[in-house]
């Protein structure tokens, strides 16, 4: 009795090429992505410019004062004498006021007694750390 020979089997490969283009496009899209998890807490103001302007950092507490000089609290609404209220609500219930750190977002019309007013509200809810938001200076008029 005669048994068929075995067919020979062919030797697979590995295609590396494709595979490094998926992971390059992986690599891209999950860099891109990370760019837009930034938390802005703030509304879009006409900010004043400042040569030292740094971007800013992902806060919890974020105060914007409009040209219309309205007052919000993280984009919500708030009037100035509800301003510390509000701060207390956003903060939470058992964050450490003494760390804790508010930007302030005035637009460039708003006057300095109200960005003050503001500040005035946050220290009597036991915040001291503030920061002023600023727009970077265009280096090109600069010189």
Same mark, same amino acid.
């Given at each position: 009795m005669q048994f068929k020979q075995r067919r020979e089997l062919k030797r697979t490969k590995i295609e590396i090429i494709p595979m490094i283009d998926t992971i390059f496009f992986l690599l891209v %899209? %999950? +860099? @891109?992505s990370s760019l837009a998890l930034v938390? @802005?807490?703030?509304l879009p103001v006409n900010l004043p410019k400042? !040569?030292? !302007?740094q971007k800013q950092q992902a806060n919890d507490l974020t105060i914007? =004062?409009?040209?219309?000089q309205q007052i919000?609290?993280?984009?919500?609404p708030v009037a100035l004498a509800g301003l510390? /209220? +509000?701060l207390l609500a956003k903060a939470? /219930?058992?964050a450490d006021l003494s760390t804790a750190s508010v930007v302030i977002n005035a637009d460039l019309s708003v006057p300095h007694g109200l960005v003050v007013g503001c500040i005035d509200a946050a220290r009597q809810v036991g =915040? #001291? #750390?503030f920061s002023i938001a600023t727009a970077p200076e265009d280096q090109s008029a600069a010189h």
């Open positions: %899209f %999950f +860099m @891109l938390k @802005l807490n703030g400042a !040569a030292t !302007a914007t =004062i409009d040209k219309g919000y609290v993280n984009k919500q510390g /209220p +509000m939470g /219930p058992n =915040i #001291s #750390s």
